[in-house]
């Protein structure tokens, strides 16, 4: 999902526009799987239950459905890492939505990180970091991270004029 065009500044596009990586929800599927076996198992075998037991026990399933699938199913969903030529942004919520933006000629040091389940799935954690009071911007499971490090850190370095005013227009061709 790219950030919409009334939310970008003059001048800026969209370079690399990202979702957590679907590991995120592969434990609430595989708990889906298992709660419907369950489900099946108790309506197919023939255990001599009264049918209201076996309506109880499909709704408290249901539920367990409902609370344990679908919050980290519309957390993945509504969550995006958005790169643009001026800027990192999150954002993420499902009622509530909120976000965080790091302009590129703010940012010092981008790092990242691949536990052995993050190398299995091709994902990782990356940190961006600003130099100021704030922890730097965690972005949690990104595909292919280090793809996506290397090309922050080509934005970045392309927007790096040699001095530390704080200040590039974002349009103007760089010195390097």
């Not at 709660?35 to 209201?52: R, S, T």
Request: hydrophobic residues 45%; aromatic residues 6%; proline residues 7%.
């Amino acid at each position: 999902m790219a950030m919409r065009e009334e939310h970008l500044a003059d001048g800026e596009t969209v370079v690399m526009s990202l979702r957590t990586h679907p590991k995120a929800v592969l434990r609430p599927v595989f708990l889906l799987v298992l709660l419907v076996a369950v489900v099946v198992a108790v309506w197919n075998v023939p255990l001599g239950l009264p049918a209201m037991l076996l309506w109880f026990v499909t709704a408290v399933v249901v539920v367990l459905l409902l609370a344990a699938v679908l919050p980290p199913y519309l957390r993945w969903l509504t969550t995006t890492y958005v790169i643009t030529n001026q800027r990192v942004a999150l954002r993420t919520g499902v009622l509530t939505q909120s976000g965080r933006d790091i302009p590129l000629y703010r940012i010092n040091n981008v790092t990242f990180e691949k536990q052995l389940s993050d190398r299995f799935f091709g994902c990782g954690t990356l940190v961006v970091s600003d130099g100021t009071d704030q922890p730097g911007m965690v972005l949690h499971d990104v595909p292919d991270v280090e793809r996506v490090q290397r090309r922050l850190q080509e934005l970045v370095h392309r927007g790096d004029d040699g001095s530390d005013n704080g200040e590039f227009p974002p349009n103007e061709p760089r010195r390097i």
